[in-house]
């Protein structure tokens, strides 16, 4: 999926963190990379990966990318099912972090979202991103841009009830720079998607097996 993006060529005036990662950031959803699977209910599910790429900071790379943040949910592979906040592993808590973060498509760094069969509407995919040393925001003042046609959507990161930042899963609570994106994706063929839909049926499949 290809869109229209907001025009950054620097950051937004007091934008901060956000702001800076706003201007080297892309998202993109292939839906030829998309499938329907069944899962062990019998319900059929259509998963697609979600995938942003970095450009560099000031000439560096992210110092660290993560699904979501310890208080958000995760989807593995396709086929999965969210992995919560109190699910330890890889997948659940802020976890599958990549540090650093290096620029480049070869470096893109993909997410699991899915929508059951009754759902056209979109589904939102989140990302934990650290850069720099600026703080992410003003307090409760969100960034909203628009990335090849998809919303996407950055915050402070959350904190838990004692203050610590439920960022990344190797987040000790005291890194207040790891920046909470949340982007709303089109199901392919359904609203807001401008392409054909080349998504695959692999529902005939049984949960837990890997297509050929």
Request: net charge neutral.
């Amino acid at each position: 999926m290809r869109g229209a993006s907001t025009g950054l060529h620097s950051p937004p005036f007091n934008s901060r963190g956000c702001g800076v990662q706003a201007t080297c950031l892309d998202t993109s959803l292939d839906s030829s990379e998309c499938e329907w699977r069944r899962v062990s209910s019998g319900d059929r599910f259509l998963y697609c990966p979600r995938s942003r790429s970095a450009g560099s900071v000031q000439g560096s790379s992210m110092q660290a990318v993560c699904t979501s943040d310890r208080f958000g949910t995760a989807i593995e592979k396709a086929g999965g099912a969210g992995a919560g906040r109190h699910q330890q592993g890889e997948w659940g808590r802020g976890g599958g972090a990549t540090t650093p973060w290096a620029s480049g498509l070869e470096q893109r760094y993909c997410a699991w979202v899915r929508w059951a069969e009754s759902d056209s509407g979109p589904a939102t995919a989140s990302f934990s991103v650290r850069s720099g040393d600026k703080s992410c925001s003003p307090l409760d003042v969100a960034l909203m841009i628009t990335v090849n046609g998809m919303r996407a959507t950055c915050t402070a990161p959350r904190f838990n009830a004692t203050g610590a930042v439920a960022g990344c899963a190797s987040n000790d609570g005291s890194t207040y720079n790891e920046c909470l994106w949340s982007v709303a994706v089109p199901r392919p063929g359904g609203e807001d998607w401008p392409a054909d839909d080349c998504s695959v049926d692999r529902s005939y499949l049984r949960p837990g097996d890997q297509a050929a």
